[in-house]
């Protein structure tokens, strides 16, 4: 083995570079998803609509009739799922504006937005390991954002008042003079 130093990669970016890059993957991925998340939600919502109307066509004959008791299990969890899904997703657009500003309370906001995510999914995940891991990857988002927003190289973007997320460490530098060659 060569003598030297080993070069250890830590797992927070390092560099304003890094910072700047994984932002920037953040802020297109949460748009992406929260206009996903809009579509979904609003989809889940006239699911809801229209099972909840069928509902009442049949409700008049019989509460107790075949099929009752599980269509409407699934009419409330389509509207636990709509009104789930509009949230996060208004809540991620609002985050990735901000994001992409250089918003000081966009971190903020974000990492809230994140933590009540992921505590969601554990909670909703307590029944089986298999159900645990299922609401985590959907939640793989939320982590790979705290990881991105609790960074120290991202705080000094956000306390630095040269860097923004929507600018480069290269565009973000002072234009050098060149060195003086002849002494």
């Given at each position: 083995m060569a003598s030297g130093s080993i070069s250890v990669r830590r797992p927070f970016a390092q560099n304003s570079g890094d910072a700047l890059r994984h932002l920037k993957t953040l802020t297109d991925s949460l748009r992406k998803v929260a206009w996903a998340g809009l579509i979904g939600g609003f989809g889940c919502g006239v699911i809801a609509f229209v099972l909840s109307h069928s509902l009442g066509?049949?409700?008049?004959?019989?509460?107790?009739?075949?099929?009752?008791?599980?269509?409407?299990g699934i009419t409330a969890v389509a509207r636990f799922m709509a009104v789930a899904?509009?949230?996060?997703?208004?809540?991620?657009l609002i985050a990735s504006w901000g994001l992409s500003r250089g918003k000081t309370w966009a971190r903020y906001a974000g990492a809230a937005v994140f933590i009540g995510k992921i505590l969601l999914c554990v909670s909703l995940g307590r029944g089986s390991v298999a159900s645990m891991v299922v609401f985590l990857l959907i939640a793989s988002l939320?982590?790979?954002?705290?990881?991105?927003?609790?960074?120290?190289?991202?705080a000094q973007l956000f306390t630095s008042p040269s860097l923004t997320p929507?600018?480069?460490?290269?565009?973000?530098?002072a234009p050098r003079?060149?060195?003086?060659?002849?002494?």
């Open positions: 066509a049949f409700s008049s004959h019989s509460s107790n009739g075949p099929g009752f008791p599980e269509i409407s899904l509009i949230a996060f997703s208004i809540l991620y939320d982590i790979y954002g705290l990881w991105v927003l609790l960074s120290k190289a991202t929507n600018q480069t460490p290269e565009s973000s530098q003079k060149p060195a003086n060659l002849v002494t």
